[in-house]
Structures are given as C-alpha cells and as structure tokens.
Nanobody
Framework: QVQLVESGGGLVQAGGSLRLSCALS????????MAWFRQAPGKEREFVAA????????RYVDSVKGRFTISRDNAKNTVYLQMNSLKPEDTAVYYC??????????????????WGQGTQVTVSS
C-alpha cells in the first residue's frame, strides 16, 4: 500500500520561503508522477504543481509560476515544493499526491490515486 507523508509546513511572513517534502513508501517511487495540491478554508482543493516520474516535465498553476518549484529525488523517494516569495493567499493545507500514470502531469485531483494527510502553510501579512 502506498503511503505519502508530507513535512515542512509552518508559519512564515509574507515574502518568506518554505520547502515542503513528501516521502512515498510502499511502492517504487519512480513508478509515479507526483503533484502538490492545496486547500484553503472554505475553498475547493486547488492544483499547485506536478512533475513526471523522471522530472522531465513539470506543470504549475499560474498563480505560483516563478515563485514555486517542484522537484523530486527518486533515490530518496521524495518530492519537494520550494516556495519562495510567499503571499498570504498561499495560506492553505498542502497535499501531495501520486499518479500511477507516471508520464502524466495532470492538474485535476481525480487523476491521482494516493494522497498524503496534508501539511499546514500559513503566511502572515
């Protein structure tokens, strides 16, 4: 059974940075495309970024382009989300997700087969 565990969330001031990590266990990490989604209170879950199995292709929502970077280390079974120039509107619970279609970089949540429990990111103004 695939398990995903996120870490790295916290409280940061606007303009600051955080790096989220998500470790996959239970299956071979390189079999999966990976993504980050987020959900703010009272809002729907929103796609943030995705990466194919070998990092060859990435995709971002427009609101984070130029500020966030998704990357992965297949040797460490971990996907990362480097978040720079954070804004209060980035406040949300961030979830990582795994897609068995490893060449995909889908931006819709139903494409993903496995989810982590989420990590809170709070950006103060």
């Amino acid at each position: 059974q695939v398990q995903l565990v996120e870490s790295g969330g916290g409280l940061v001031q606007a303009g600051g940075s955080l790096r989220l990590s998500c470790a996959l266990s239970g299956r071979s990490f390189s079999n999966y495309a990976m993504a980050w989604f987020r959900q703010a209170p009272g809002k729907e879950r929103e796609f943030v970024a995705a990466i194919t199995w070998n990092g060859g292709s990435t995709r971002y929502v427009d609101s984070v382009k130029g500020r966030f970077t998704i990357s992965r280390d297949n040797a460490k079974n971990t996907v990362y989300l480097q978040m720079n120039s954070l804004k209060p509107e980035d406040t949300a619970v961030y979830y990582c997700a795994a897609d068995r279609s490893r060449y995909s970089s889908a931006n819709y949540h139903i494409a993903y087969n496995y989810w982590g429990q989420g990590t809170q990111v709070t950006v103060s103004s």
